[in-house]
């Protein structure tokens, strides 16, 4: 092999070397001495609680009003989907537009 190949290898070698002790960690960024690393100790808090189940009743809600409402939250997520979904089938059975150059 020719010296040049040579130091093109080792140079590519170095570099994924490099990498991946970055990836794995090895080598950390750190940020200026002089910065402070520490977050403030004033955490603004709500009493709101999100349901898990990202429907807008509590999870723990099984009234019939509760029910309705989240039964029309999902009907309207899936005529989304499905608009979506037709959005989609157009889009694949779109023909192509001949351009001119």
């Given at each position: 092999?020719?010296?040049?190949?040579k130091w093109v290898v080792s140079i590519i070698v170095i570099i994924i070397l490099a990498?991946?002790?970055?990836?794995?960690?090895?080598?950390?960024?750190?940020?200026?001495?002089?910065?402070?690393?520490?977050?403030?100790?004033?955490?603004?808090?709500?009493?709101?609680?999100?349901?898990?189940?990202?429907?807008?009743?509590?999870?723990?809600?099984?009234?019939?009003?509760?029910?309705?409402?989240?039964?029309?939250?999902?009907?309207?997520?899936?005529?989304?989907?499905?608009?979506?979904?037709?959005?989609?089938?157009?889009?694949?059975?779109?023909?192509?537009?001949?351009?001119?150059?």
């Open positions: 092999m020719g010296s040049s190949i990498g991946v002790a970055w990836k794995m960690g090895y080598l950390k960024m750190s940020g200026p001495t002089g910065m402070a690393t520490t977050t403030p100790s004033i955490i603004a808090t709500t009493t709101e609680t999100v349901p898990s189940s990202g429907l807008p009743t509590a999870d723990t809600d099984t009234s019939d009003a509760a029910m309705v409402q989240d039964s029309a939250a999902i009907d309207a997520q899936i005529q989304g989907m499905n608009s979506d979904q037709a959005s989609l089938d157009q889009s694949m059975s779109d023909k192509p537009v001949t351009q001119s150059y």
